[in-house]
């Protein structure tokens, strides 16, 4: 018989939703479509309300037509605020590449504050008015896109032994599109054993976190956020860009009263809390890869010594014997006459987060021997 275990092919930062009037719901419907990247006859999802400041209700979650059940067998789940609840084996049949759906409904009033917004093409969630969750089909005058990802953290398969993951960690330019197009790069080279999880926040910083409804949705701090999500089932790899928020963000409270000067770190602050990062990585048993901090000129906070400050890091990240590796991310995006800048094209438009093309590039970056 062949050995298997639980690797997670699926997952989540659980941060902060941006702060609104309307923070609760009721009588609604998250659907959230998951490409599973192995073969397996049984899951196990993770529901988790770190950011909440309440206990929250969860009235059922389906996978597909079947129900999905926590402690005792029972379809409802009340999760603390701060906790996360793992639910128990569903028996369901998944076939590597084939798209199934979990569905949560949230019958009571809801604190909706534990969600990540997450952009790609793999990364498309639903909303629906009413109690949907066991529908194959959702009534299109009653549903909405969304991409904010609420609750719904970690989706474990059980399946072969030799199937692993490989953690993508960071801020906004990884909770955009470069790690679903780096599954979809694994589909297209056949590599059949890896799964591409991302763990990412935008606006997260290592150092700093915004306490006030201004700006608690930019996330928590490296110290709280990786220990959190980086332990993950089936796991033995982890690339993590991140930084780049540390060294944008402050520019005195004459202009802005919660982004003052004396957060700006220094080069050796912002390497030191990586070197956080590499540390608890290895006590999870993963190999750690650097990716470099990309360009920045032309964001509307961007001064000279900012991108001193970026190319500091960058140095030590592409010299340093404390991880297993770098990628070159700043490289291979940047323009060749002006490396301040993205090169032509790789450019969203804001200067500071890349293009869909320029992802594309950062996933084709990641050398094969990761990902095999």
Known sequence: MEEKKYVITWGNAISIADRRPENYAKDLTLRYPIRPMFDAD????????????????ITKVFVGAVPVTFENGSRSVTIPAGESRVSDETVVDVRRGEDFNISIYLGEFTLMRSAVLITG????????????????????????????????????????????????????????????????????????????????ASGTRILRQYDNITYDSYGLKGDIRFPHEAHVSGADTIIIQHGINDIIHPVGVEVNPFRPWSDLPTAEEIIEGLR???????EYGLKVYMGTLLPIYGWRTYEPFRDELRNAVNEWMRTTHEAEGCIDFDKALRDSENPAAFAEGFDSGDHLHPSLKAYERMAQEIPCAILV
Do not use: M
Not at 42 to 57: A, H, R, S, Y
Not at 147 to 176: H, K, M, P
Not at 276 to 282: E, V
């Open 42 to 57: 049984k899951l196990k999802i993770t529901l988790d309300n770190f950011c909440g400041t309440e206990p929250v209700t």
């Open 121 to 200: 093409p793999l990364s498309k969630g639903t909303y629906t008015v009413g109690d949907y969750a066991e529908s194959e089909t959702l009534p299109i005058d009653l549903t909405r896109k969304t991409n904010w990802f609420y609750f719904l953290s970690d989706v474990e398969l059980y399946t072969s032994n030799e199937n692993r993951a490989v953690v993508c960690y960071g801020d906004s330019i990884t909770s955009q599109a470069w790690p679903d197009y780096l599954s979809l790069r694994l589909f297209q080279e056949k590599i059949e054993h890896t799964a591409i999880v991302r763990k990412a």
């Open 276 to 282: 956080k990062y590499i540390t608890w990585a290895h």
